[in-house]
């Protein structure tokens, strides 16, 4: 059984082989995969494990020209109207990320109503990634596929690059720039990453300090090999 990503973000299941002579069927993805997980676990009778569910495609998502998905045809039933599985779907998520859970409460709660949620606050979109990087992500997995339970989930804040990159960018939002740029900057000293510089670069062309951008960039290029992604529209928002 494979589900297999498209430039049109389009999903095609193949059966490779016959799934009922299995006791356990798992679907499992994050992000636009954790979507294909959740829309195909009922065809096949699987539980899903999905990270951080969305499809930017739906129209609902799509605001304008410049959208994520605006280039993308949904071409896909919602997930109220596809075959839905008899074992509850899990969904693991940062609860203090709009979108993600504006999503999960819009398309997918109300598609699963035994749902099974999992925060895990100040990951951002990339909840498997920090489960990785703190080591907990293996014997999260190992305890749902081997003994069917699902843990909670804590992660260390201090001394964390994601956890001050996600903590900052809600500082951020919150208006409180100042305190930001210190956690934002502490997570650029952990782990140089996109995220942490991104939302740096917006504190600081909202302060009107170009040369720091200018500087931030120049070591995004040294560290990252690119950085364009500061010089975004959206940088400054």
Same mark, same amino acid.
């Given at each position: 059984?494979? @589900? ?20 356990? *069927? ?7 995969? &954790? ?7 009922? *065809?096949?009778?699987?539980? @899903? ?21 605006? +280039? &993308? ?6 997930? +109220? ?8 779907? *899990? ?14 409460? +819009?398309?997918? &709660? ?25 080591? *907990?992500? =293996?014997?999260?997995?190992?305890? $749902? ?12 804040? =201090? ?9 900052? =960018? ?56 690119? @950085?364009? $992604?500061? &010089? ?6």
């Amino acid at each position: 059984l494979s @589900a297999h990503r498209h430039a049109t973000s389009h999903y095609t299941l193949k059966h490779e082989e016959p799934v009922s002579q299995y006791e356990k *069927v798992v679907t499992y993805g994050s992000s636009l995969g &954790a979507y294909a997980a959740l829309y195909y676990s009922g *065809v096949i009778g699987a539980q @899903a494990l999905a990270s951080a569910p969305i499809n930017w495609a739906h129209p609902d998502l799509v605001s304008g020209p410049d959208s994520v998905g605006a +280039t &993308a045809e949904f071409a896909h039933r919602e997930l +109220t109207e596809t075959p839905r599985s008899s074992r509850p779907a *899990v969904v693991l998520y940062d609860p203090r990320r709009e979108s993600d859970m504006s999503y999960i409460d +819009t398309y997918v &709660a109300p598609a699963e109503p035994g749902l099974i949620r999992r925060e895990v606050p100040y990951t951002g979109h990339a909840v498997l990634v920090a489960m990785r990087v703190h080591g *907990v992500l =293996e014997e999260f997995l190992l305890d $749902f596929l081997d003994r069917d339970e699902v843990r909670d989930i804590s992660l260390p804040s =201090e001394g964390s690059y994601i956890w001050h990159c996600y903590y900052g =960018e809600e500082l951020s939002r919150l208006g409180h720039d100042d305190e930001a740029e210190q956690h934002l900057r502490r997570s650029l000293e952990i782990e140089f990453n996109r995220a942490a510089a991104l939302q740096l670069g917006r504190v600081l062309r909202r302060a009107g300090r170009t040369e720091e951008v200018s500087r931030l960039s120049n070591h995004a290029e040294d560290a990252l090999g690119d @950085a364009s $992604f500061l &010089a975004r529209r959206d940088v400054a928002d």
